[in-house]
């Protein structure tokens, strides 16, 4: 594996990638930023580095993520460059996702809008009933908005709903999401 990378450098050289050079980039982090497991958990890796006071919110969604079978990597939060908060693998496809924690009733296209150029794929951890009506027009409005986004990860309670842009260009995206989300 080598020596261990530097954390921030690397991941601030994440906004001047794209494609397969910014996967490999992905799994270059997680593969030799000095990661170890979490004690007490099975699939959750964390750094030395010190955590800010999201790691709760943090840790909460990376262990619903696990129950999904990822392998987590919770990043740190180097404060001189926007990053992503997590690193999810599974089927050696390393993937980046910011973590938005939604509490209140109608804070998620807020939330989304937050994430654009931090990463394109966002996690979505609903602490709160939220309607699915409104939830599906955020999620559509935030694809409208940014057009790198690829993929809204959403958890609610312990289901996982995965959107793309190509199901939110689906004229049935609507119902096809509250049928997910309400069931």
């Not at 494609?19 to 593969?31: C, K, N, T, W, Y």
């Not at 309670?157 to 609507?174: C, D, P, T």
């Amino acid at each position: 594996m080598g020596d261990i990378i530097d954390i921030a450098a690397e991941l601030s050289l994440l906004h001047t990638l794209q494609g397969a050079a910014f996967s490999r980039q992905v799994e270059r982090i997680a593969l030799q930023a000095g990661f170890h497991i979490l004690p007490g958990e099975d699939n959750i890796m964390v750094t030395d580095i010190k955590h800010d006071d999201d790691f709760p919110n943090l840790l909460t969604a990376a262990r619903k993520a696990a129950s999904h079978g990822f392998k987590v990597y919770i990043l740190p939060n180097p404060k001189s460059t926007r990053t992503a908060d997590l690193i999810l693998e599974r089927k050696g496809l390393f993937k980046m996702y910011d973590l938005k924690t939604i509490q209140g009733k109608s804070s998620a296209i807020n939330r989304l809008r937050e994430s654009i150029g931090q990463t394109n794929r966002v996690m979505l951890n609903m602490a709160t009933d939220y309607n699915g009506r409104l939830l599906a027009s955020d999620i559509k409005a935030y694809f409208e908005e940014n057009p790198n986004a690829n993929e809204v990860m959403i958890f609610k309670g312990s289901k996982m709903i995965l959107v793309n842009r190509g199901l939110v260009r689906n004229a049935m995206f609507n119902r096809l999401f509250r049928k997910m989300y309400e069931k």
